[in-house]
C-alpha cells in the first residue's frame, strides 16, 4: 500500500472516530447523556483504534480488509446523518458531518479495492481468476455473516429522525407532550374519546394512522405516539424497541388521567414491533385492558432461536453477533422474550394477528398463543404482508378489531 493510500484510510480512520465521540458527546440525542452513549462508543472506538494498530503490521490484503471495515463504518455512519438531514432533522451540522464522513469512507473503499486488485497480480491469468474469485466468496461471506449484522446494529440503533406531518385522523388531534419515568419527552396526537374508552395505537404518529382513523370512527380515544429516539420524541433509538415499555408506561398515565376516559377501557393496537411491546407492557401493567398485537415477532436471539428451522439455524451465527452489538451499542436493557412474558397477561385479552407473508418472526405468533392465558384470539390472514392485515381485508380487520376491543373495552365505559 502507497503512503498516499495509507493516508486516506488513515484519514477515514480519524474522521470516522471524531463522528462517533461527536455523536456521544456535543450532538448526542436530545434527553440523553453521555453515560448512555459512552458503551457504545468505546466499543466502536477502540475497534477502530485496534484496526489502525493492527494495518501497520499486515500485509496488503489484510490491510485492504482493514480497510474496508473502516469504509462500510464511515460510509453507514455518514449515510445515515445525511438521511437525517434530507429529512430536515438539524440540517446543518448533519449535512456537514454526514457528507465529511461519508466521502472519507468512500475514499477508503477505493483504497481497499485498488489494493485487492494490485494484490491479485502475479502469476497466470488463470490463477489470477481462480484467486480473485476465491477472496470475492470469501469477501461475500465475510460482509453477510460478521459485517452486514454489524452495520445493522449501528443502523438499528441511529436510526434517522424525520418530523410528523398533520394527519387526517377522521377527529380533531391535539398534540402532546408525555415525559416517561426515565426523563424523557415523548412527541404524541390525541383524538379524545366518545366512547369512554382510547386507544393507545403504536409506534409513531405515521405507520399508525389508517388504524387511527379506523378506531376513531368508531368513537374511540386514540394516542398516537413517536417511539423513544424516532420522531420528535427524546432519546436513543432502537429499531427493536428495547426500553420503550417505559414509553407505553408514560401513555398509559395520560389516558388514565383524562376525563373523557372510564376506569378499565384503555386497549393498544401494535404494529410489528409496537405489538411486541404492548404484549410486554400489558404484562407489566394492568391497565392495559386488552391488546391487538399485528405482527409481533422476535426481538431477542432468545425468540430468534424458538423460530426454528434450517434458516434461522444457519443464520445463527450473523443473528448473535447482531443481538449481541444492538444490546453493546443500546444504553437499554435486554427485554424478557415475549413467549415468557405473554401468559402474564391473563385474565386480560389478546389479539394476535399474524401475515402469511409476515417477517422477523411473525411465525412464532402460535407460539405465543399457545403460552398466553385468559381471553386470547389469533388471526392468521395468508395474503397479507407484514402489517398489512388492513389492506389485504378492511371490511374484516376493522369488524374483528373493533368487535374484539368493544368486548373488551366498552363494558362500564359510557
Known amino acids: ?190 383524538v379524545p374519546s366518545e366512547n369512554g374508552a382510547a386507544v393507545i395505537a403504536f409506534p409513531g404518529r405515521s405507520g399508525p394512522v389508517e388504524h387511527a382513523r379506523m378506531l376513531v370512527r368508531h368513537g374511540y380515544g386514540v394516542l398516537l405516539l413517536d417511539m423513544r429516539g424516532n420522531g420528535e420524541s427524546d432519546g436513543r433509538s432502537n429499531a ?26 384503555i386497549g393498544g393496537l401494535g404494529l410489528s414491533v409496537g405489538g411486541e411491546q404492548l404484549l410486554e407492557a400489558a404484562a407489566r401493567d394492568r391497565r392495559l385492558r386488552a391488546v391487538v398485537s399485528d405482527g409481533a415477532g422476535y426481538r431477542t436471539l432468545h425468540e430468534y432461536r424458538k423460530e426454528g428451522g434450517i434458516a434461522n439455524a444457519l443464520l445463527l451465527p450473523q443473528a448473535a453477533l447482531l443481538f449481541g452489538a444492538v444490546r453493546v451499542l443500546s444504553p437499554e436493557r435486554y427485554p424478557e422474550p415475549i413467549d415468557e412474558l405473554v401468559g402474564r397477561v391473563a385474565p386480560r385479552a389478546i389479539l394476535l394477528i399474524e401475515a402469511g407473508h409476515g417477517q422477523g418472526g411473525e411465525t412464532l405468533n402460535p407460539l405465543y398463543f399457545e403460552r398466553a392465558g385468559g381471553s386470547k384470539e389469533r388471526w392468521l390472514i395468508p395474503e397479507a404482508g407484514h402489517t398489512g392485515g388492513l389492506d389485504a381485508r378492511p371490511e374484516e380487520y376493522e369488524r374483528r378489531v373493533v368487535g374484539f376491543l368493544d368486548r373488551h373495552l366498552l363494558r362500564g365505559a359510557t
Open 1 to 190: 500500500m502507497s503512503p498516499r493510500e495509507t493516508r486516506a484510510v488513515a484519514l477515514a480512520t480519524a474522521v470516522a472516530a471524531l463522528h462517533v465521540l461527536d455523536d456521544a458527546t456535543l450532538h448526542r440525542e436530545p434527553g440523553t447523556s453521555v453515560r448512555d452513549q459512552v458503551a457504545g462508543a468505546v466499543v466502536l472506538l477502540a475497534v477502530l483504534a485496534a484496526g489502525a494498530v493492527v494495518f501497520t503490521w499486515v500485509r496488503a490484503g489484510a490491510q485492504a480488509a482493514l480497510a474496508l471495515l473502516v469504509a462500510g463504518l464511515g460510509i453507514t455512519l455518514g449515510a445515515l446523518h445525511l438521511v437525517e438531514a434530507a429529512n430536515g432533522v438539524s440540517v446543518g451540522w448533519n449535512a456537514v458531518s454526514g457528507a465529511v464522513t461519508l466521502a472519507a469512507g468512500l475514499g477508503a473503499l477505493v483504497v481497499a479495492v485498488r489494493v485487492l486488485w494490485r494484490s491479485r497480480r502475479g502469476g497466470s491469468r488463470a490463477r489470477r481468476y481462480v484467486r480473485r474469485g476465491l477472496v470475492g466468496a470469501a469477501s461475500l461471506v465475510a460482509v453477510f455473516f460478521f459485517v452486514f449484522p454489524l452495520y445493522f446494529a449501528i443502523g438499528a440503533t441511529h436510526k434517522p429522525r424525520s418530523s410528523a406531518e398533520a394527519a387526517d385522523l377522521g377527529r380533531p388531534y391535539e398534540g402532546v407532550t408525555l415525559r416517561t419515568s426515565d426523563g424523557l419527552d415523548l412527541a404524541g396526537w390525541y
Open 240 to 265: 427493536f424497541g428495547w426500553g420503550s415499555g417505559k414509553d407505553i408506561e408514560a401513555a398509559l398515565d395520560f389516558l388514565a388521567a383524562r376525563a373523557d376516559v372510564q376506569d378499565g377501557a
